[in-house]
């Protein structure tokens, strides 16, 4: 039923028709990356990085002109957009910045963006820009408050937003655990979740706990979007989620456990945004991912005509 090519399997077309065979190919295992400045140029030169789509963060390119704009322009033109929020700042008690939000809706419209996510955390406070991530307190208040800001956000674009679980290192004022915490946000909310399974492994490690356990306990029905990252690990007990690795072999065990879990092809993603390395080595990667990510679809394709 199968047959193996370049250590990918793949279903064989006699058995499911051209048809099925071209929608599966063209449309399923898409594999992506962060769209950086700091390679822009090479990767638009070369055809070393061959990604299905790119991502890139709206605030880096609202309002831009010249050389930067062209560039931007220049992927569009040849890969779809994933976008990913930086600064909304959906768990501040600040007010919602409705200017940045109305610049982001028409960032998503002229580029056709699919995807428009955002991190579960704030850092924005009293008017003060924290430039960090920071958590938001595990309380059932935040959770009216954030799940409130995120139907005004989604009310206001038009459209679902994905929310991702970011990795933190000291809970604060938790009255509840993180995963009841994170449901009760989504289920509120109605939105789409983005599971970064690199941020459950950090988690589940630096809190002690099971991140298979937490992945399975999440509203998978729920999951758009998939980021994939390296970290490092500073000391015996604590990673930090730094973005600037190569994703270790466990993360991509975890990845292909929450594959099989989902059962469903997702978009995913890999951050690096420091250390870039040769744009071969990010190929690497995405190939890597890609190959597990169609070892999963073609298990759930052959338990679904089997
Ligand atoms: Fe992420």
Same mark, same amino acid.
Request: net charge negative.
């Given at each position: 039923?199968?047959?193996?090519?370049?250590?990918?399997?793949?279903?064989?077309?006699?058995?499911?028709?051209?048809?099925?065979?071209? $929608?599966?190919?063209?449309?399923?295992?898409?594999?992506?990356?962060?769209?950086?400045?700091?390679?822009? @140029?090479?990767?638009?030169?070369?055809?070393?990085?061959?990604?299905?789509?790119?991502?890139?963060?709206?605030?880096?390119?609202?309002?831009?002109?010249?050389?930067?704009?062209?560039? %931007?322009?220049?992927?569009?033109?040849?890969?779809?957009?994933?976008? !990913?929020?930086?600064?909304?700042?959906?768990?501040?008690?600040?007010?919602?910045?409705?200017?940045?939000?109305?610049?982001?809706?028409?960032?998503?419209?002229?580029?056709?963006?699919?995807?428009?996510?955002? !991190? %579960?955390?704030? $850092?924005?406070?009293?008017?003060? !820009?924290?430039?960090?991530?920071?958590?938001?307190?595990?309380?059932?208040?935040?959770? /009216?408050?954030?799940?409130?800001?995120?139907?005004?956000?989604?009310?206001?674009?038009?459209?679902?937003?994905?929310?991702?679980?970011?990795?933190?290192?000291?809970?604060?004022?938790?009255?509840?655990?993180?995963?009841?915490?994170?449901?009760?946000?989504? @289920?509120?909310?109605?939105?789409?979740?983005?599971?970064?399974?690199?941020?459950?492994?950090?988690?589940?490690?630096?809190?002690?706990?099971?991140?298979?356990?937490?992945?399975?306990?999440?509203?998978? @029905?729920?999951?758009?979007?998939? !980021?994939?990252?390296?970290?490092?690990?500073?000391?015996?007990?604590?990673?930090?989620?730094?973005?600037?690795?190569?994703?270790?072999?466990?993360?991509?065990?975890?990845?292909?456990?929450?594959?099989?879990?989902?059962?469903?092809?997702?978009?995913?993603l890999l951050e690096r945004d420091f250390?870039?390395?040769?744009? /071969? @080595?990010?190929?690497?990667?995405?190939?890597?991912?890609?190959?597990?990510?169609?070892?999963?679809?073609?298990?759930?394709?052959?338990?679904?005509?089997?």
């Amino acid at each position: 039923m199968w047959r193996i090519q370049e250590k990918v399997i793949y279903p064989k077309a006699e058995l499911f028709g051209s048809a099925f065979l071209s $929608s599966f190919y063209l449309k399923n295992n898409m594999t992506g990356i962060g769209f950086r400045k700091d390679f822009a @140029e090479d990767f638009l030169r070369s055809s070393i990085l061959r990604p299905d789509f790119i991502e890139a963060a709206p605030e880096n390119w609202i309002g831009i002109g010249g050389f930067w704009k062209k560039q %931007l322009k220049e992927a569009l033109e040849k890969y779809p957009l994933y976008t !990913h929020g930086l600064s909304l700042s959906i768990g501040s008690p600040d007010d919602l910045d409705f200017s940045l939000l109305k610049q982001i809706k028409i960032f998503l419209k002229e580029t056709n963006a699919k995807i428009y996510s955002e !991190h %579960l955390s704030y $850092s924005q406070c009293d008017n003060a !820009h924290l430039y960090d991530l920071l958590p938001i307190p595990f309380t059932q208040e935040a959770v /009216s408050h954030v799940s409130k800001r995120i139907q005004t956000v989604q009310d206001f674009l038009e459209r679902k937003i994905a929310i991702e679980i970011v990795s933190y290192y000291s809970p604060v004022a938790a009255e509840m655990s993180e995963i009841d915490f994170v449901n009760a946000i989504i @289920e509120d909310a109605n939105c789409e979740l983005l599971l970064d399974v690199n941020n459950i492994y950090v988690n589940g490690f630096n809190h002690c706990y099971d991140p298979k356990k937490f992945i399975c306990q999440l509203p998978l @029905e729920r999951v758009s979007y998939i !980021h994939m990252a390296g970290h490092e690990q500073v000391s015996e007990n604590l990673i930090i989620d730094t973005h600037g690795e190569p994703i270790i072999d466990p993360v991509y065990d975890l990845f292909e456990f929450t594959m099989n879990q989902l059962k469903r092809d997702v978009p995913v993603l890999l951050e690096r945004d420091f250390n870039i390395p040769q744009l /071969s @080595e990010l190929q690497q990667e995405l190939n890597r991912l890609k190959v597990i990510k169609q070892k999963s679809l073609n298990e759930q394709l052959y338990e679904l005509h089997s």
